[in-house]
């Protein structure tokens, strides 16, 4: 079976399983079924089937897999947002028809990925203009996050995060020997030459300064994975991801005990149930709450407690689930919590299956990718895109801080969607290189 025909069989149980969720939460409201659900079931594999077709025109050699997989994702955030309020279900299902016009473009436009290279630097700068703009916008929850005009507002760290990838995969591929056999051994630790070594710590650096900033601790925790990944992989030298490491930890420990923004994260991972706790505590203890009460097996869709009936939260000038629920931001930051109340531990770990298999499918690419930059985009876009993930379900879960990012594909938020369809494209695009029938000489 060719690679575009198994995709394509793999979208149908996607199709499924948004109409059985959808088919769920309208038997939770109404104790009846409606057609609406096969309706909207048959709309998002239409739409996913489109897509499918571009791809089979367009990049018939890539990877079967990742579409659908991405696609999964979608559909268990729309049925989920779905659950928690309509109106957001119907503006994330616009936002993902948006996201995959991207997803076209950016395969139209940009067939030739490599010529990235070529303007490293100028990508650079702007991920760096993308990081500090927020700043000149109000803060939310203490952090600049977004910039807003008029009616629209989008998170310009998820796009910076694709810029920064790109400029190191560019920079490393072109100074990976460089930095690896021209390197001095001290006192154990492999050091690079200042020369070779020196712009890309100054860009990164900049970047770092732009995230810690803007106060996006998020995607200052992925931004730093990303760039120990790509050096890790572009020199297999250990030592420095050692050495980043200290860094890392250093700087933890500084901001941790000198910016009270980031002490107060602290804190409240570590006594999330101390008396007299720093404010926002309340937010980790109800996630945890909500997780405890699904199980195993979870209490079904629609069936947690997630708005109070009567007069809740008399103080709030927002509908829900912006204000007046029981569990904060459950389309967004806690919607992994929902997850779990709701389909229970099984449930949950499924999701986090499912990103491990896009993963699996992102390095597989890059370990087949015929080039340098070939491998360390696909290798950068694949951990960025798991990090990510890795943030938010361990902040929730109380295994890391809480931070502010959303797990790709199943939030609410526009600039997550077309910001991953576009990290989708490109690492379908190499994947598409990487798996085109070599010609065989005479």
């Known amino acids: 079976m060719s690679a575009r025909n198994r995709e394509l069989l793999a979208l149908v149980p996607v199709a499924a399983l948004i109409t059985a969720g959808f088919a769920a939460v309208f038997i939770t409201r109404s104790n009846a079924v409606s057609d609406v659900s096969l309706t909207y079931g048959a709309y998002f594999l239409g739409l996913c089937f489109a897509a499918h077709l571009f791809l089979r025109v367009r990049l018939p050699n890539a990877d079967p897999y ?34 995959l016009a991207v997803f076209c473009l950016t395969i139209l436009f940009l067939r030739d990925y490599t010529v990235l290279e070529r ?33 629209v507002s989008f998170q310009t760290s998820e796009f910076a995060k ?44 900049a970047a770092m300064l732009m995230v810690i900033f803007i106060r996006d601790l998020g995607a200052s925790l992925m931004f730093f994975g990303a760039f120990l990944a790509l050096l890790y992989v572009a020199t297999g030298r250990f030592s420095y991801v050692l ?77 829900f689930p912006d204000c007046g629920s029981i569990l904060p931001a459950p389309h967004t930051d806690f919607i992994y919590a929902v997850i779990t109340g709701e389909l229970g531990l099984f449930g949950a770990c499924g ?25 360390l985009l696909a290798a950068g876009l694949t951990t960025i895109f798991a ?43 190499v994947s598409d290189r990487a798996r085109r029938p070599r010609e065989v000489g005479p």
Not at 77 to 96: E, H, M, P, T, W
Not at 119 to 148: E, K
Not at 397 to 406: A, D
Request: glycine share 10%.
């Open 66 to 99: 990742l579409f659908p997989l991405c696609a999964l994702l979608a559909a268990i955030g729309l049925v989920v947002i779905y659950r928690i309020d309509d109106k957001l279900a119907f503006d994330q299902a616009s936002v993902f028809v948006l996201g």
């Open 119 to 151: 303007y490293r630097y100028l990508i650079a700068t702007a991920g760096i203009l993308l990081l500090l703009a927020p700043r000149l916008f109000h803060p939310v929850n203490g952090a600049y996050l977004s910039i807003d005009v008029g009616p």
């Open 162 to 205: 694709l810029c920064i990838v790109v400029f190191l995969a560019s920079y490393l591929a072109e100074k990976r020997e460089l930095l690896s056999v021209a390197a001095r051994r001290i006192a154990g630790l492999t050091i690079p030459p200042l020369k070779h070594f020196g712009p890309l710590l100054v860009v990164w650096g």
């Open 243 to 319: 050495a980043g490491l200290i860094m890392f930890g250093v700087g933890a420990y500084v901001l941790g005990t000198h910016i009270q923004h980031v002490h107060d994260r602290f804190e409240i991972w570590q006594h999330p149930f101390a008396r007299n706790g720093p404010v926002g505590a309340g937010q980790i203890q109800q996630s945890l709450f909500e997780q405890a009460d699904g199980g195993l097996f979870g209490q079904g869709l629609g069936e947690s407690l997630l708005k109070l009936p009567g007069p809740f939260a008399p103080h709030c000038s927002q509908p």
């Open 351 to 375: 999701v986090i299956v499912i990103y491990a298999l896009i993963a699996a499918r992102g390095f597989k690419t890059a370990v087949m990718a015929p080039d340098g930059f070939s491998k």
């Open 387 to 429: 990090l990510q993930a890795f943030v938010i379900i361990g902040g929730v879960t109380k295994v890391i801080p809480l931070t502010g990012v959303t797990l790709p594909f199943v939030s609410f938020g526009g600039s997550s969607v077309v910001a991953n369809m576009i990290l989708l494209a490109l690492l379908l695009l």
